[in-house]
């Protein structure tokens, strides 16, 4: 099972850009990069999903450089809402990934 | 769609009680997942169904069973629940080529004395 370190928190303030790096050195061939959000009570959502170089969608964008060894999940103008729990997990199945602690975002006004 | 639903929402038991999780999904997913999620902790998996009959261990099984009798259901159960198994409750699902994309319910809080 690939492991992945995340940072603990991070606070932004509204309408900034949040870049989240997401280290995974021992991530195999088969793996996909998926990314997690969050909320107080409620159980995660799926965000992004990637394999290699960058993949944008209406809430996010995930860049994965080359190597594969890293990356990086960037929410554009974030708003309090945004506020959550982010995890990043690394896996070919469900079954074989892990929900680390993941990065809390705090947005302030 | 409902979705992932989670049946009780919250529930208090003694030490030694027993108790079923009810988790339900209503998009047609093969697999079934049940994890905790400890204070200030990510999710750790207990166990898992890949189809309807067939259930496997996860991270932390120890304390639980699990069942799959249908499809669309996947019950948790505590024989003799232990405070160490007080915690919040996630049931997930996923289709079978979806990779790790899995959709979450709302949770189940466990609260053990």
């Known amino acids: 099972l690939a492991k992945t370190t995340q940072p603990i928190s991070m606070d932004s303030y509204e309408g900034q850009e949040v870049n989240i790096t997401c280290s995974h050195n021992?991530?195999?061939?088969?793996?996909?990069i998926t990314w997690y959000q969050q909320f107080p009570s409620q159980g995660p959502r799926f965000i992004i999903q990637?394999?290699?170089t960058k993949v944008t969608n209406e809430v996010a964008s995930l860049f994965i450089p080359a190597d594969r060894k890293s990356s990086t999940l960037s929410l554009p103008r974030v708003s309090l809402s945004d506020t959550a729990v982010y995890y990043c997990l690394v896996g070919d199945k469900s079954f074989k990934t892990i929900f680390g602690a993941g990065t809390r975002l705090f947005v302030k006004a | 769609n409902a979705g992932v639903t989670q049946t009780p929402k919250f529930r208090v038991l003694k030490t030694g009680q027993s108790m079923t999780l009810l988790c339900a999904q209503d998009?047609?997913?093969?697999?079934m997942y049940w994890y905790r999620q400890d204070p200030g902790m990510g999710l750790r998996l207990i166990h898992y169904?890949?189809?309807?009959?067939?259930?496997a261990k996860g991270e932390v099984p120890d304390g639980y069973n699990v069942s799959r009798l249908k499809k669309q259901n996947f019950l948790l159960g505590l024989e003799s629940a232990a405070p160490s198994q007080t915690s919040v409750y996630f049931c997930?699902?996923?289709?079978?080529?979806?990779?790790?994309?899995?959709?979450f319910g709302p949770g189940t809080r466990l609260l053990v004395l």
């Open positions: 998009m047609n997913h093969e697999y």
């Open positions: 990637g394999y290699k």
């Open positions: 997930a699902s996923s289709y079978k080529s979806e990779l790790v994309t899995q959709y």
């Open positions: 021992n991530i195999a061939t088969n793996d996909y």
């Open positions: 169904s890949v189809g309807e009959g067939t259930t």
